[in-house]
């Protein structure tokens, strides 16, 4: 049965959602560029937890999607690709050591992205009334798991930053 919603509020919605799969692949591309060369184990152990749930986040958002009958968009993806692509180029050079101003890049994409998936969910709770078939998901949960994971995230920027900004390593002279 579809929804009620007007059809411009379909193709906003659509759109909307897309946007946010694309976005996604951003940060499914940091964190595994972070869970595989972070010198840190811990970090390393972090990025790649936080990458699974990522993943389940993508996954629960493309079957919000489908439920409301719309489609993923593959030129979104692609956009959304493209410029992921880009943004790892120019953080393989800056490097992704503890006091590079790569990592702290990386780290700050990321607090960007969740505090957007953050953001989201919280939106997505307020008009699910409108949409019978998102009946059942607890975007409150949800919206508080990307809040824990910004702040976790928060810290380890905070960290990169006074190592990439106030550090004077001898390559650096």
């Known amino acids: 049965m579809p929804h009620a919603l007007p059809p411009f509020m379909d193709s ?3 759109r909307y959602l897309n946007d946010h799969l694309a ?5 499914i591309d940091v964190l595994t560029l972070l869970s595989d060369k972070s010198e840190i184990s811990s970090d390393r152990e ?3 937890e936080l990458l699974a749930k ?3 986040d993508r996954e629960l958002l493309e079957s919000l999607l489908e439920k409301t009958g719309e489609d993923r968009s593959a030129l979104r993806e692609a956009a959304g690709g493209i410029t992921s692509k880009a943004s790892m180029l120019k953080l393989r ?3 992704l050591s503890p006091e590079s101003l790569g990592l702290l890049e990386a780290i700050e994409m990321l607090a960007l992205g969740i505090e957007g998936k953050r953001r989201l969910w919280l ?3 307020t008009i699910a009334t409108f949409i019978p078939e998102w009946q059942g998901t607890d975007f409150e949960a949800l919206e508080a798991d990307a809040k824990t994971q910004g702040d976790a995230v928060e810290q ?3 960290v990169a930053g006074k190592s990439a900004l106030l550090m004077r390593p001898a390559a650096r002279h």
């Open 12 to 14: 906003n919605l659509e």
């Open 23 to 27: 976005g996604s692949l951003a940060a």
């Open 46 to 48: 972090f990025y790649s």
């Open 54 to 56: 990522v993943k389940q």
């Open 93 to 95: 050079w800056e490097g």
């Open 123 to 125: 939106l997505l709770g």
């Open 156 to 158: 380890r920027r905070i």
